[in-house]
Every structure is written in C-alpha cells, then in structure tokens.
C-alpha cells in the first residue's frame, strides 16, 4: 500500500511541477540554496516579463549576484533570457555550442563536457559555472556563479579577458591607430595571436612600419563569423581579400586541433563580442612581403566599414619578415572538443548542481518517511 501511496505521490508532484512556466517558479521562491537570494530579486521582474510565462523553448539565466550589478549584468538587468533554445543539461552531454540572446545575437559559448551537472558558459570576459537550475514548463532556469555580462567591444575583450593572455594584441591595435576601427566592425572574426606568439615576433614588429602594422592587424581579421564548433574545410577570406587554408585533426586522446594557414587555434577561444568572435592563435601573421601601399583597407572583403579608417601616422621604413612567426612557449594544440580543455578554461572548478525543484524535495521527504 505504502508503494502505491509513494507513486501517486509522485506523480502527482511531477506532473505539478511540470505545469509551473519560468515565471511561476520564479514567483515560488521554492528554493533554498546558494541562488535564494537571486531568484528572489529576479522574481520582482515577472510581471515585465510575460514571455517567461508562455509557452516555447526557453532559457533563464541569472546568477547569485544577479541585480546587485546594476548595468554591469547583461542588458542592464542581471539576467539573460533566450527564446532560442531550451538548454537542458541532460540532453547537452557532451555538446559545446554557440548561446544565443532572444534577438539571436551571440551571448556566450557553453559546454557540458564532465559527467553529471557542470555546465559552463564562457563569454569574451569570464568564465562561468552554473551552480543550480530549476526545470520549468517551458525552460530552465540556470543560477551562475557570477552574471553573464553584456557583450564588449574587441579590444575592451582583448584587454581585459579574465585569462590575460592575449593583452598584448590590443596594445599592438593601439599603436596602429586602429581601436576606434575594429571596435566598429560587425560580423567578423578576430584571429588574436597571444601574448607568447607576440613576444616571439617583437623584432619582426618592431621593424614594421605604421602602414605595414595595420596591415598585418587586417590580416587577422576575418570576413565570416567563424566559431570553432563551425569550422569548415573551405580557405576563409579576411578583409584584404587574401585566403587562408583551414586544417583540422585529431590525436588519439580525441583532441581536435584547428589551423588557419600555419596558426592554431589556442585556449581561450570563441570569445563573444559586439564584433563578433574572437579566437585565439600561437602565430603571428606577418606576410614574407608586402604589396605597395600596405595598410588597413578602406575598403573591406564582404564588409562596409561602418567608421573612417584613419590615415596611418609617418613613421620609419621596415625590412620583411618571414610568414607566420610562431610562439616557441605555447602549444599549439586548441582543444575544442575535450573534457580536459574545456574544464581548464573554466574559471570555478566543477560544482555539483542541484536541481531545485519542490518536486525533488518533497519526493525525497516521501521517501525518508516511508523508509
């Protein structure tokens, strides 16, 4: 009799549950743990929020600091809210993609490589991981860490990039004069060489000339928004119009590298920004020679620029440099389909997730009662 009275129980509980939408979860306040305090502020935005009550495949994410960051949290609000999938751990083993706010603009790059609830979200600032969720009628509700920030200009990512490897690149787009230009460009990818690649190639660019220096940062700079879990075998086109030949393999761990030309892609990469993303590589790309007039393109290959690009500076002349001066101190392996490297470029270490459902607990309450 206990068995059957168990049962009904929790079918009742489960199908309860599964009724209630994002809103009505968070309106509850069911849970108790690390994410209370999140969930209780967020739910005061409930009624200006009517999509978090209708039907779809929905995901909420917010964080334990969620509102208290004021216009540091993304859109000003703590909290991002897609339409565009309904992100379920479950289902997303083994899966790194592309997360995508409700105007599907690219908000962050997520994985759940290690077994059980470790999901991360990466942005081109932070590193993320979700402590807590909530299964909803329509959605998830995930409780991050720290929040997900708004998306930032590439240099602003480049220069502040919680990993601070590749700071030296926004230096190098400083002295070209080109900050304000590349942080108006739309829809391209960003090859950033680290900083290790940098320091091996500081005699080649500190022979370069202005013009030749803004020419060798177009260089990097691709015409199609490339994320490492799309990459393709066709040469990619950057906004000088000149062709590089992609390369990709496996080793018997299972790790994949990725090459454009003689470069390689390296942690961190896929990193979300207003530009578009931007992927680290161990090399420099500096041309054997350059054409005449080297310089950054007034006009760009499948692209409108949408500010003026200044006139380089005068400055000295420069010899030639060899093609693609590779880091000496940094692999040139990218993982991006591995546990191990996907986990290293989580900022927290892995948290066991808790889902919080009132469904969960009561059952479990049941069941130490029946035992």
């Not at 190098?172 to 090859?191: Q, R, W």
């Not at 370069?208 to 990097?220: D, E, G, K, M, P």
């Not at 299972?254 to 990469?269: C, D, I, R």
Request: hydrophobic share 45%; proline share 4%.
């Amino acid at each position: 009799m206990s068995k059957i009275i168990l049962a009904l129980c929790i079918y009742f509980i489960s199908s309860q549950v599964s009724a209630q939408t994002i809103g009505q979860l968070l309106t509850q306040n069911i849970n108790g743990g690390t994410g209370f305090t999140a969930i209780t502020k967020t739910a005061a935005l409930v009624s200006q929020n009517p999509a978090w009550d209708t039907n779809g495949t929905k995901t909420l994410i917010i964080s334990t600091a969620s509102l208290d960051v004021g216009l540091a949290g993304y859109n000003g609000s703590g909290f991002l809210f897609t339409d565009q999938i309904a992100l379920n751990w479950q289902t997303a083993a083994k899966v790194y993609n592309v997360l995508h706010d409700v105007t599907e603009n690219p908000i962050a790059v997520y994985d759940n490589y290690n077994s059980g609830f470790t999901l991360h979200f990466r942005t081109g600032m932070e590193d993320l991981v979700a402590l807590q969720y909530l299964t909803a009628s329509n959605g998830f509700i995930y409780i991050l860490n720290a929040p997900l920030r708004k998306l930032f200009p590439i240099t602003s990512v480049i220069t502040n990039n919680v990993n601070q490897l590749i700071g030296s690149y926004g230096a190098l787009i400083a002295k070209a004069g080109l900050t304000d230009t590349v942080n108006n460009l739309s829809g391209v990818t960003f090859l950033i060489p680290n900083d290790a690649a940098i320091t091996s190639a500081q005699a080649q660019l500190n022979a370069l000339t202005t013009s030749q220096l803004r020419y060798v940062i177009a260089n990097h700079i691709l015409s199609v928004a490339l994320y490492s879990n799309l990459f393709g075998t066709n040469p990619y086109t950057n906004i000088l119009g000149l062709s590089l030949t992609p390369l990709t393999s496996t080793n018997a761990a299972g790790e994949t590298t990725n090459k454009l030309g003689n470069a390689s892609f390296v942690l961190p990469n896929d990193l979300t920004t207003l530009n578009g993303p931007g992927q680290t590589i161990d090399t420099v790309l500096i041309p054997a020679s350059f054409p005449a007039g080297a310089d950054f393109p007034t006009t760009l290959v499948g692209h409108t620029l949408s500010a003026a690009v200044t006139t380089a500076p005068a400055t000295t002349s420069a010899s030639t440099s060899t093609i693609g001066v590779k880091s000496s101190t940094t692999s040139s392996a990218v993982i991006t389909t591995s546990a191990a490297a996907q986990t290293t470029a989580a900022k927290s270490s892995s948290v066991s997730g808790k889902n919080l459902s009132a469904g969960a607990f009561i059952t479990a309450l049941i069941f130490a009662m029946l035992a």
